[in-house]
């Protein structure tokens, strides 16, 4: 699983599964760019990846500002030299909003964040992916939003729009070389623990749906498997929705 001479763009990189995939990817060669709205976080980041001896340059900005993208993607070519790799893993998140009660402000707040931000960061990478023959680009989807859960109006909205995006993406862009594919994570998550925390009999019905038993681990579980996608290993996919959820949905 070498990436080496690889670039990487991770949005959401300061913390939880963006954080983890970030440094799995430089721990395996590549060069890595982190994209998040807090600049704090992803300094601390940068620190431990720089420590642990990879490459990385990070970007403060909102990836819901089309502008904001274009200067994290213009700063990632200026400093590796292209991109090979596009993980959308930026994600706001309001849950305990029912359908009747969804404002226009958290369908913003949510969707913008999600679905607009990885469309934006795609668009902004897609040259630069097709000028190097080709690439890998993994959104973050929901099995929440596969379900349809109670209580996650605007998250369930955006995630399925990400899927639909990803679809249509990699249709358009496979004769460019370009894989563009969508997990569907089940770990432990700063928005997952809040969820946790606020609801813990509802969390453990979950637990008990999962049939491994647990939530999966941030890095071993979800990161590894981010990682594979942007490999030669899993070359001839694409399009796909893999779900990373210990067996919670099960699809044909």
Aim: include cysteine; charge should be negative; charged fraction near 25%.
């Amino acid at each position: 699983m070498d990436l080496s001479g690889k670039v990487a763009i991770v949005t959401g990189g300061g913390q939880g599964l963006g954080r983890a995939t970030a440094k799995v990817l430089a721990d395996r060669g590549a060069s890595v760019t982190i994209t998040g709205r807090t600049a704090e976080k992803l300094e601390a980041v940068r620190d431990e990846i720089a420590a642990a001896g990879g490459r990385v340059h990070f970007v403060a900005g909102d990836m819901g500002n089309r502008a904001d993208v274009q200067r994290a993607v213009d700063e990632t070519v200026d400093a590796f030299g292209g991109i090979d790799i596009l993980i959308n893993s930026a994600q706001a998140s309001k849950p305990g909003i029912a359908v009747a009660e969804l404002t226009d402000e958290d369908f913003d707040l949510v969707f913008r964040s999600g679905a607009l931000g990885s469309l934006y960061a795609m668009q902004a990478c897609y040259p630069h992916l097709r000028a190097r023959g080709g690439g890998s680009i993994v959104n973050f989807g929901s099995t929440t939003s596969i379900t349809g859960d109670r209580g996650f109006a605007p998250y369930v909205m955006a995630k399925e729009a990400i899927r639909g995006l990803t679809r249509t993406a990699a249709s358009e862009w496979g004769p460019d070389g370009i894989r563009v594919n969508v997990v569907c994570p089940a770990a432990l998550s700063p928005s997952s623990a809040r969820f946790r925390d606020a609801d813990p009999e509802r969390w453990a019905k979950i637990i008990r749906s999962i049939p491994l038993g647990r939530m999966g681990d941030d890095v071993l579980d979800i990161a590894c498997a981010v990682a594979a996608l942007c490999g030669d290993d899993l070359r001839f996919l694409t399009g796909a929705t893999l779900l990373l959820d210990g067996g919670r949905l099960m699809v044909a």
